[in-house]
Each structure stands twice: as C-alpha cells, then as structure tokens.
C-alpha cells in the first residue's frame, strides 16, 4: 500500500522560505514512472497544483509560482521535497503531495500539512 | 491556463436522489479529465480518471462521461458517505488545473 507523508514546518515567517519533504513508503519514488506532485490548498478554497517531479530531478511547475519554487528529490531517502520562497500570508494553505501517472489523476495523496505564513 | 467550470456550486440532495454535477473546460483537454471527492480535513480521493475509468474500491453508481469541453459525474443513488465536496481536474497541458469544486450537503 502506497502512503505519502508530508512533513515541515506549521508556522513560517513572511518573507522567509518554506521548506516540506514528502516521504513515500510501500513503492520506490523511481519504479513505475510516477511524477510526484505538490498541490496546496487555501483555506477553504480550491485547489492548485504547484508543480511535479519525476525521479530523473526533470520537474514542471506552474507559471504562477515557477519563480518561488524548488521541487527536489532525495532517491536515497524515497523522498522529494518544496521549497517555497519569498512567503506572505497568501500561501498560507495546506500543502499536498500526490502521485500521478503520465496524464493521468492523482491516485495518491498525503494526509497535507498546514503551513500558516505569520511573524 | 485551462478554466475549468463547475456546476452548480453546491446542491442540497437527500439519500436515494440522482446526482449530476458539470464541468466546462476553457478549450479541449480529450479525455484527461479526472474527479475527486474531498471531505472536510482529508485530502482529495481520485474517483474517476479519463472520463469514466472508476478507480479501484470506488463504488459503481459513480460515473463519469463526455470529451471535449464538456464533462458530468453523476451519483446514481446518493448514499450517506457521499456527501462531501466534488473536483474536477484537467491532466492534458501543464498547469494542471481544477474546477472550483462542487459542494453536495443534505437536504
């Protein structure tokens, strides 16, 4: 059974960089040729993909965020990770990671991580 | 960006009702059109992938159908557990993007 586990900080100060890791247990990150996503939620809102990786390191972000974002992947430790920079309140949210297959939905989630941006 | 449009925002059903709910995509994305089902403090639930592929465990009087731009899923006989909030979710261009969601509440 495949579980992912997002893990980092609740509290983040403006201005500053958010850092999460995703930690997948029951698969290798590198068998299936699965991408490995970040989606973040607003409170109470919708959702928005923030970008994916596949375990060769090739990532995909989306425009809006593509100047603030770092998605890695740590292979030894079955794990990729977000960096989030330059914060303010408006990327407080909860934080996904998921799983897809090429075009196909995201079958996989984490149970997300609130990050809340405050000083 | 592809916009993807949901419909109604919310509806209010009773146990036993037929469900649909739309969903519009700015400009065609084939058949790489998914849904999820989302309860309140857990993540999303991919419930039908390509249109109308039914994920594994997800009951079948969930459905999905259309192409193009236009898309329905629809709960034949809505059931106690199913009252939660609906996505759709467009995987044929990056960005991935997601309908405004679909609240269904009790009657």
């Known amino acids: 059974q495949v579980q992912l586990q997002e893990s980092g900080p609740g509290l983040v100060e403006p201005s500053q960089t958010l850092s999460l890791n995703c930690t997948v247990s029951?698969?290798?990150?590198?068998?299936?040729?699965?991408?490995w996503n970040w989606i973040r939620q607003h409170p109470g809102k919708g959702l928005e993909w923030i970008g994916s990786?596949?375990?060769?390191?090739?990532?995909s972000y989306n425009p809006s965020l593509k100047s603030r974002v770092v998605i890695s992947v740590d292979v030894s430790k079955n794990q990729f990770s977000l960096k989030l920079n330059s914060l303010s309140a408006a990327d407080t949210a909860v934080y996904f990671c998921?799983?897809?297959?090429?075009?196909?939905?995201?079958?996989?989630w984490g149970q997300g991580s609130l990050v809340t941006v405050s000083s | 960006d592809i916009q993807m449009t949901q419909s109604p925002s919310s509806l209010s059903a009773s146990v036993g009702d037929r469900v649909t709910i739309a969903c519009r995509a700015s400009q065609s994305v084939g058949r790489f059109l998914n849904w999820y089902q989302q309860k309140p403090g857990k993540a999303p639930k991919l419930l039908i992938y390509t249109v109308s592929s039914l994920e594994s465990g997800v009951p079948s009087r969930f459905s999905g159908s259309g192409s193009g731009t236009d898309f329905t899923l629809t709960i034949s006989s809505l059931q106690p557990e199913d009252f939660a909030t609906y996505w759709c979710q467009q995987s044929s261009t990056s960005p991935r993007t997601f309908g405004q969601g679909t609240k269904v509440d009790v009657k």
């Open positions: 998921a799983r897809n297959y090429g075009d196909f939905g995201f079958d996989r």
């Open positions: 029951g698969a290798s990150i590198i068998s299936g040729g699965h991408y």
């Open positions: 990786i596949y375990h060769s390191g090739s990532t």
